[in-house]
């Protein structure tokens, strides 16, 4: 499986941007997702994930209520619709499928990674 992630840019705090994770395949819809992201000098961190059904979703505190992350199993695609940002929100955006049909908030669980798209949030 191969993902593509796209969407980043640059925007003001309050804005609101939408990232897409395309993946290659058939089995995109047997995959739970999940987005990761990594500010400059921090660790990866968890941001939201989706079961292969869409029906479950984690998020990580700070997001909750302002990011809401969705799939679309006929166009391989998962999204992260992300509003109000904050200046703290900016960093490379990964996403993640994982083999298995339960969300995960768990990178190591996670066995494909995207390449990064970078938000940045300006204050």
């Known amino acids: 499986v191969q993902l593509q992630a796209s969407g980043g840019g640059l925007v003001q705090a309050g804005g609101s941007l939408r990232l897409s994770c395309t993946a290659s395949?058939?089995?995109?819809?047997?995959?739970?997702m999940g987005w990761f992201r990594q500010a400059p000098g921090k660790e990866r961190e968890f941001v939201a994930a989706i079961s292969w059904t869409g029906g479950s979703t984690y998020y990580e505190d700070s997001v909750k209520d302002r990011f809401t992350i969705f799939r679309d199993n006929a166009k391989n695609t998962v999204f992260l619709q992300m509003n109000s940002l904050k200046p703290e929100d900016t960093a490379v955006y990964y996403c993640a499928a994982a083999r298995r049909g339960g969300a995960t908030i768990r990178g190591d669980e996670y066995d494909y990674w995207g390449q990064g798209t970078l938000v940045t949030v300006s204050s």
């Open positions: 395949g058939r089995t995109f819809s047997t995959y739970s």
